[in-house]
């Protein structure tokens, strides 16, 4: 498993390295937030694959003077992008995991693995009944390479 420091250097979009490192890899932070419309399609040859249809959910500020809003999500799954774009070299991996944080608030995604370039990162968050609210870039997955 690579260092922060050298994972650091094949993510583009990061928003404050010293605050994103960590022992085990980056912590990815959350750039945009879209509802799913509808479904989506999937079939043995990929022919007939369709994405589901999303519509961008904007954040709402608590506060005139803040810097940052807030996206209040209600039970549901969500797409959602990351500020982190990755640059694999080849034969590398990247696992991303949800970090504990996002599952004591109520969200969770699926541990996935990257094996080409992203940009951006981006997976399914699922929220729980009670809902849960993301502030603008707020951390909520964590990235690890392995050779």
């Known amino acids: 498993m690579r260092t922060?420091?050298?994972?650091?250097?094949?993510?583009?979009?990061?928003?404050?390295?010293?605050?994103?490192?960590?022992?085990?890899?980056?912590?990815?932070?959350?750039?945009a937030v879209f509802r799913t419309t509808g479904h989506g399609q999937l079939d043995?040859?990929?022919?007939?694959?369709?994405?589901?249809p999303r519509e961008r959910i904007e954040p709402m500020l608590d506060d005139p003077d803040?810097?940052?809003?807030?996206?209040?999500?209600?039970?549901?799954?969500?797409?959602?992008?990351y500020?982190?774009?990755l640059r694999p070299d080849d034969g590398q991996r990247a696992v991303v995991r949800p970090l504990e944080r996002t599952l004591r608030a109520g969200a969770h995604h699926g541990a996935?693995?990257?094996?080409?370039?992203?940009d951006p990162?981006?997976?399914?968050?699922?929220v729980s009944?009670?809902?849960?609210?993301?502030?603008?870039?707020c951390r909520v997955s964590r990235l690890t390479i392995r050779e």
């Not at 990162?121 to 699922?126: E, G, K, M």
């Open 129 to 137: 009944r009670m809902g849960c609210r993301l502030k603008e870039n």
């Open 121 to 126: 990162i981006r997976t399914l968050l699922v």
């Open 66 to 81: 803040d810097d940052y809003g807030w996206w209040a999500l209600e039970l549901g799954a969500y797409v959602i992008h």
């Open 112 to 118: 996935f693995v990257l094996e080409e370039a992203r």
């Open 44 to 52: 043995f040859g990929g022919g007939e694959f369709q994405a589901a």
């Open 4 to 31: 922060a420091n050298a994972t650091a250097s094949q993510i583009d979009g990061l928003v404050h390295l010293d605050t994103q490192r960590a022992a085990t890899g980056l912590d990815l932070t959350v750039d």
């Open 83 to 85: 500020n982190e774009s």
